[in-house]
């Protein structure tokens, strides 16, 4: 028998869940590689996502905490865009994907895990990717840990100030 391992999902199986904002909590934040954030500007963040689909698996949220994308500021929403693409291009360079779901979920019948607080995400894909094992185990195989993903993709985030004047 084959074991596969997946340490990082104990810690949300455990984590209490107390409807907090966990994007709000790094508002103020900066990058490190216990928070998984990668950048933060003034008025958005790109975070890695603790319990991601793929490795590679970004989240970019506004800093401010709405549910919706009327209600934020154009030059939020923008700056939002911005990290988005940003993100992409970086995911493209770091880890040369064939392709990337890209979006975000409004609301919970959309599948949004936190309603309150709109956010993107950037899945990087690969060409057989997908297999058996989340069909027949509910399990995905994440070939690198999260950590050393995190130090691989932290200083390119790192350019943006250069690439973005």
């Not at 810690?11 to 966990?22: M, W």
């Not at 909590?25 to 319990?51: I, Q």
């Not at 506004?62 to 700056?79: D, M, R």
Request: hydrophobic share 40%; glycine share 8%; charged share 25%.
């Amino acid at each position: 028998m084959k074991v596969l391992w997946a340490p990082w999902r104990m810690e949300y199986i455990l984590s209490e869940k107390d409807g907090g904002c966990f994007l709000c909590d790094l508002v103020d934040a900066g990058p490190s590689v216990e928070n998984l954030l990668l950048l933060r500007t003034e008025r958005a963040m790109v975070l890695m996502n603790r319990f991601p689909y793929n490795n590679g698996h970004l989240l970019v949220a506004p800093k401010v905490h709405t549910s919706g994308l009327s209600e934020l500021e154009p030059s939020v929403y923008y700056e939002a865009m911005e990290l988005f693409r940003f993100g992409i291009d970086v995911l493209e360079e770091a880890l040369a994907p064939e392709g990337f779901n890209a979006g975000l979920n409004l609301g919970k019948s959309a599948g949004a895990g936190l309603e309150d607080h709109v956010h993107w995400h950037i899945v990087p894909r690969w060409h057989g990717d997908t297999n058996f094992m989340p069909v027949v185990s509910d399990t995905r195989v994440i070939p690198e840990a999260i950590q050393e993903t995190y130090n691989s993709l932290r200083p390119m985030f790192e350019r943006y100030g250069e690439i973005r004047d």
